[in-house]
């Protein structure tokens, strides 16, 4: 069993930044990536940003230039730093966790971006 825990959502102002944190606990194998997803009320769940054990990262066009992933593989913790945040960035993020062909979900932390 796998549980990922969010933290780090909130209020902002356009413009503004936020840093999200997703630990994982349980068992946990080496090789695995870690996602961002997002989901904007009416929306369809998005893939935000990902990292792979090995430090590989991609991000969606959305958040390119102003979102950064990374990870503390030795926490089994995945961060988002996300700065210039923008009003269509308010959505619910999810942290998940892909190893050995299993998605585990974390609960989720709500973004919301003021205009």
């Known amino acids: 069993q796998v549980q990922l825990v969010e933290s780090g959502g909130g209020l902002v102002q356009t413009g503004g930044s936020l840093g999200l944190s997703c630990a994982a606990s349980?068992?946990?194998?080496?090789?695995?990536?870690m996602t961002w997803y997002r989901q904007a009320p009416g929306k369809q769940r998005e893939s935000v940003a990902l990292?792979?054990?090995?430090?590989?990262?991609h991000y969606a066009d959305s958040v390119k230039g102003r979102f950064t992933i990374s990870r503390d593989s030795a926490k089994n913790t995945v961060y988002l730093q996300m700065d210039n945040l923008k009003p269509e960035d308010t959505a619910v993020y999810y942290c998940?966790?892909?190893?050995?062909?299993?998605?585990?979900w974390g609960q989720g932390t709500q973004v919301t971006v003021s205009s």
């Open positions: 990292i792979t054990s090995a430090g590989s990262t």
């Open positions: 349980g068992r946990i194998f080496s090789i695995n990536t």
């Open positions: 998940n966790l892909l190893q050995r062909g299993v998605y585990s």
